[in-house]
């Protein structure tokens, strides 16, 4: 019996061409998924609930993904098995990818009924059935027979070909969504899918097959062997040695760039100075480095040390990755993480392949198992890394988790390139030492050092030195800190827990974007009702109009007109002109009495932005009070509020360069700042005065210009966070004059020279900056 023939030459283009066509239709609408989330795209979609659906959206993708993918390959194979491989990998892809094309069908369906949001999350899971039924088949493909023959280099071709779709997916998706809504993306949708099926369908050769030839003279050389049922295939390919390795590796190989890719922004925005542009940089060197890397690497998985390469690459990516914590928080050591993790995939990826399509005879399952692991690993990542930032307050902990999971992952795969006589002392030594140094960033985090201050941009790291309880939850779009002195543990906990509890209740219901909470309701019902709020949310919108009205429209709520839309700051000025008649608080009709909310025009909208984490803070501090806590602070993003009989020392951060500008002594205050650095348009210079930059000017619709930073302390953080906003529209000569009508508050302008202008009242600032 002859073996199958390798694939046609001309065959690999055809397939490249496929899997590229259909990652990038795939990765426009997910880059494009938040951004209608946040509201960007226009009617019919109403903006959703924030954070739960897009992690639910990136959850579902990859269970559906890790779901679909072990009963595809399994398919495929099994109709190999019965001589009908020409069909089986060309029209299963094929058949995947017209499934995915009819998924905006599905959408406009459930838009028609008003379920938009959930329409859209169907086709989030469709693609990741979508992706687990067409890229193991394809990646088995790419490497050709079930034989002996070096694959490396096709399998490496494979991968860059799906690296290169992830990275330029978002510059697709971001053209196309430019000036349109969601419908421009799931047309491209369709047409890309439709194209890749094509290119699965008719470029697949009629011999490809995913099985190993069985030996002729043996009971297997039947002409119809009988493959075996799903989960008994399943547990064969799970069960055999090199998987039982390599397959943990895999799945923690992508739990550390899950973890990358979840946690590296909150990181960068809690540690280093904000530059979009360079963020966006950072986040992407990993691809980058992956994607000049796999044109060189590929033959690296054809030679004699393809388990060696597979091996030490993890281990280099997870390295880089646990690294990260104990590195100082600079633009350099994030560039040497991202660098070592990307280089590190990029030698790793084909090997891993090539070790998978080699691992037994049922090659398309054994692609779909890998396959299944790495989404698993993309599943258990963020989770893993929420679980860090709760027990240690910072970013960096779910890095460095991260990497130590990615680490102790690969060592059983790295033990097999051993002798047998070292493997047990050397892999014991290993892990001792993995724990050792991961245990350095995180005993640094729970025992800060002794001056333990907060600061404005990073309120005291993770926790203040001498508060015994301390505790962190991702909410309000960062990490929300509580340092509690508190009579015991349980107090401490029991606070803690409702507290969390009150900080998403309240964050819920001030969202502007979310359809179910108090804002989200007025602003759907902007033009056409009233709408009834929490009693909570009504205060905050009338004390926010009452700021407006003292501030003489400094401050105005109803500047969500312009403000629902993602990154605003960095759209054409046209585009806010556009809303100039619907940003007016004096506009916003209340009625006590049936406690509702009416915006007489379409298109205005209500951004609380301006002081509900403010309002949020104050609110846990009264609840803590009565759960029995004596003193704490309470810090999201920087804003806090101290509270109990001792002296806080609270820094000042710098807004133009890293480290603090003094400090000061304050006990009982809300402190909160604004700035022109937080965020603002990619292109233009940190340095430059007249940034386009987020806090907008509510007269003309412009960023603020001026000084760089504010800094207010007051009695309340919701008046403090109220304050920020608006003395940094007017300045120092207008802010001084508002601040002097007793409204117990002091504020600190920072210019771009670091020039220091107070307001009478302000602490005095301790003589040496904290650095």
């Known amino acids: 019996m002859t073996s199958p023939a390798k694939p046609r030459p001309q065959s690999m283009p055809a397939l490249l061409t496929g899997l590229a066509l259909s990652g990038l239709a795939a990765g426009a609408f997910s880059f494009a998924y938040p951004l209608t989330a946040a509201g960007l795209a226009s009617a019919p979609l109403a903006p959703m609930d924030g954070a739960s659906w897009i992690g639910a959206a990136f959850s579902i993708y990859f269970l559906a993904k890790l779901a679909a993918a072990p009963v595809m390959g399994w398919l495929a194979d099994r109709m190999d098995g019965y001589g009908r491989s020409g069909a089986s990998m060309g029209t299963l892809m094929a058949l995947a990818c017209v499934f995915a094309s009819a998924l905006p069908l599905l959408f406009q369906a459930a838009s028609s009924v008003g379920k938009a949001q959930l329409g859209l999350l169907l086709v989030q899971a469709g693609l990741g059935l979508c992706a687990g039924a067409s890229r193991p088949l394809a990646l088995a493909a790419a490497a050709g027979p079930a034989s002996a023959a070096p694959a490396g280099r096709r399998l490496a071709q494979a991968a860059l070909a799906n690296q290169l779709a992830f990275l330029l997916a978002p510059l697709l998706g971001g053209l196309i969504l430019a000036g349109r809504d969601i419908q421009a993306v799931l047309a491209f949708l369709s047409v890309g899918m439709l194209a890749a099926a094509l290119f699965f369908f008719l470029a697949l050769p009629r011999c490809t097959r995913t099985f190993r030839p069985p030996i002729p003279g043996t009971a297997a050389s039947h002409p119809d062997p009988v493959r075996p049922r799903l989960l008994p295939a399943l547990r064969a390919a799970l069960a055999d040695p090199l998987a039982a390795r390599l397959l943990p590796a895999v799945a923690g190989r992508a739990l550390g760039i899950a973890a990358w890719a979840a946690f590296l922004p909150m990181f960068l925005t809690s540690s280093l100075p904000r530059d979009p542009l360079l963020f966006g940089l950072l986040f992407s060197l990993p691809n980058l480095a992956v994607c000049l890397g796999l044109p060189f690497t590929g033959r690296l998985a054809d030679g004699p040390y393809a388990l060696r390469w597979a091996a030490g690459g993890m281990l280099i990516s997870a ?453």
């Open 319 to 771: 390295l880089g990755l646990l690294a990260l914590p104990l590195l100082p928080s600079t633009i350099w050591a994030v560039a040497i993480s991202g660098l070592a993790a990307g280089l590190g995939s990029a030698a790793s990826l084909p090997a891993s392949l090539g070790l998978a399509a080699s691992s037994g005879p049922d090659r398309a399952t054994h692609m779909a198992v890998y396959q299944s692991a790495a989404s698993l690993g993309f599943v258990v990542g963020p989770l893993l890394g929420i679980l860090a930032v709760r027990a240690f307050g910072t970013a960096e902990a779910a890095l460095g988790l991260g990497g130590l999971c990615g680490v102790l992952c690969c060592l059983p795969l790295l033990a097999g390139t051993l002798p047998v006589a070292t493997r047990s002392p050397v892999l014991a030594g290993a892990v001792a030492l993995v724990l050792i140094l991961a245990a350095i960033p995180l005993q640094r985090d729970a025992h800060p050092p002794a001056t333990g201050l907060p600061s404005i941009r990073n309120a005291a790291a993770a926790s203040i030195s001498g508060i015994p309880y301390q505790y962190a939850d991702l909410a309000m779009g960062t990490i929300v800190r509580l340092s509690l002195e508190a009579p015991d543990r349980h107090v401490a906990d029991a606070a803690a827990d409702k507290a969390f509890e009150l900080i998403r209740i309240m964050q819920a219901d001030l969202d502007l974007r979310n359809p179910h909470g108090s804002v989200g309701r007025v602003n759907l019902n902007a033009g056409r009702a009233p709408a009834q709020v929490s009693s909570e949310a009504y205060g905050v919108i009338e004390r926010g109009l009452a700021w407006g009205r003292l501030t003489s429209g400094a401050f105005d709520i109803s500047v969500g007109a312009v403000s629902r839309v993602a990154a605003y700051w960095g759209l054409d000025p046209w585009y806010a002109r556009a809303q100039q008649g619907l940003v007016d608080y004096r506009k916003v009709v209340l009625d006590p009495v049936k406690r509702t909310v009416f915006l007489p025009e379409a298109g205005m909208a209500l951004d609380l932005g301006g002081l509900a984490k403010g309002a949020v803070i104050d609110a846990t501090v009264e609840l803590l009070r009565r759960s029995g806590v004596a003193a704490g602070i309470v810090e999201a993003g920087g804003d806090m509020y101290c509270f109990g009989t001792r002296a806080w020392r609270v820094g000042i951060e710098n807004p133009r360069g890293p480290g603090l500008l003094g400090s000061a002594l304050l006990r009982e205050r809300g402190i909160c700042g604004s700035g022109d650095y937080r965020r603002f348009a990619s292109g233009d210079d940190p340095r430059s005065q007249g940034r386009r930059h987020h806090v907008l000017d509510p007269h003309s619709l412009s960023s603020v210009s001026g000084s760089a930073a504010v800094t207010v302390f007051a009695e309340n953080a919701e008046t403090a966070d109220a304050l920020a906003t608006a003395l940094l529209v007017l300045g120092p000569e207008r802010g001084i004059e508002l601040l002097s009508r007793e409204l117990g508050a002091a504020a600190l302008w920072v210019y771009d020279d670091l020039t220091l202008i107070a307001s009478p009242g302000f602490p005095e600032m301790l003589s040496s900056p904290v650095r």
